[in-house]
């Protein structure tokens, strides 16, 4: 029971990284920072005799420094993109970087003694053992999980910031309250024994909502999308179609969430946005949320429905559709019923018709 239980922690975790990696492509790679540390970090700590030490032989020490992304992976993941472009955002993660550097050169600078802590750190041996010289291997083990809190308190700080909605706490809030156990479960690897729990199976066991919240968080809630910036420079000419007031929206998050809705189309964008009951009830957001953000912006629900099929129109038509397609198909791809209910939306939407709106990005 106990190793089924173990193979399906690991598995979970496992599909949480490959769906996270999906999902995120190019625009959240510290949220897959921390999720990498996350799987390392399960497979290092689990019971050696369940993984096999000849994976953890391959482990140590090369991966012990990935540990410490996985702070700076999840409150990087809730940055915005202007922040991570700060050049001091890498400060963040220089504790990984010096340790490959303490690596290297204890290896280049005493190899005899480095072959020697190798083997010592793939006995257990960690207490005295000093592969991150001048630190031993306990230190920098035993630091992780005090490390990893303390950006756990960061996030929730930066969430609060930014306004974020209820259920992108939960990850940090639950991460932080497993951490005590989490130190257990490092204390039970490097001395043998735990502090608070004795029984390392009773510690894995209780480690579970902390991976179920993990999976959560992923499948659920999603990686969140930071708002994109254009760069000094690269400005085309175009006009940005933004929605109404949406400077005023102190919810980050919700404002990012719109755009995501802009990238649906078909069956897709038709049902999302059918009902403002069943549009709420889907969205990562309660209905206190949206009330505020209409309230913020001056706009209704039947307005943000027009708004987002009528972007996502224009997306469309930057891509080419009506050289092959009609403005019917157009129609019906946004959740129009007819070209006439196009027009007019777009009329209300842009302040000008859809002809003339082709007419000027053509010229």
């Known amino acids: 029971m106990y190793r089924d239980y173990v193979i399906l922690v690991i598995a979970l975790l496992v599909i949480a990284l490959v769906f996270a990696g999906i999902r995120v492509r190019r625009y959240n790679w510290p949220y897959l920072y921390f999720l990498t540390g996350i799987v390392i970090a399960s497979f290092l700590f689990t019971d050696p005799e ?41 400060i963040h ?29 793939r006995q257990f041996l960690f207490e005295t053992n000093h592969m991150f010289w001048p630190f031993t291997d306990k230190f920098i083990l035993m630091g992780c999980p005090c490390f990893t809190a303390g950006y756990y308190i960061l996030s929730i700080h930066k969430l609060r910031e930014q306004g974020s909605p209820r259920n992108m706490y939960i990850l940090p809030v639950g991460l932080l309250v497993c951490s005590p156990i ?15 729990l004795k029984d390392p199976e009773l510690q894995r066991y209780i480690l579970l909502p ?20 254009p760069e000094a ?10 929605y109404p007031e949406i400077s005023k929206v102190q919810n980050e998050s919700l404002a990012y969430y719109i755009e995501e809705l802009c990238d649906f189309s078909g069956e897709d ?36 429905k027009k708004f ?13 559709f009506l050289e092959e397609g009609s403005v019917e198909e157009l129609a019906q791809e946004v959740g129009y019923a007819t070209r006439a209910s196009l027009y007019l939306a777009f009329r209300q939407v842009m302040g000008t018709s859809l002809p003339d ?6 010229v």
């Not at 050169?105 to 190798?118: C, D, G, K, M």
């Not at 479960?185 to 735990?194: K, S, W």
């Open 308 to 320: 987002v099929r009528i972007k996502r129109a224009i997306a469309l038509m930057e891509e080419g």
């Open 210 to 229: 902390a991976i179920l919240i993990i999976f959560w968080d992923v499948i659920i809630v999603k990686p969140p999308r930071p708002k994109e910036v």
């Open 357 to 362: 709106f082709r007419l000027k990005r053509e």
């Open 182 to 196: 989490i130190f257990d479960l490092v204390h039970d690897f490097v001395h043998g024994y735990g502090l608070l």
């Open 269 to 304: 964008l038709s049902s999302d946005l059918q009902t403002k009951q069943g549009f709420v009830k889907q969205s990562p957001f309660d209905k206190e949320d949206w009330e505020k953000f209409f309230a913020q912006t001056h706009t209704s629900w039947n307005f943000l």
């Open 50 to 90: 369940l993984i096999g030490y000849k994976f953890i032989n391959v482990l140590y020490p090369l991966f012990v420094p990935v540990l410490y992304i996985i702070g700076p992976g999840i409150y990087g993941s809730i940055q915005p993109v202007e922040a991570r472009r700060n050049p001091w955002h890498i």
């Open 233 to 242: 420079g690269s400005d085309d000419g175009e006009e940005r179609i933004e």
């Open 93 to 121: 993660y220089l504790p990984m970087f010096i340790g490959y550097i303490m690596i290297f050169l204890h290896w280049f600078l005493a190899e005899p003694n480095y072959y020697q802590s190798v083997f010592n750190g």
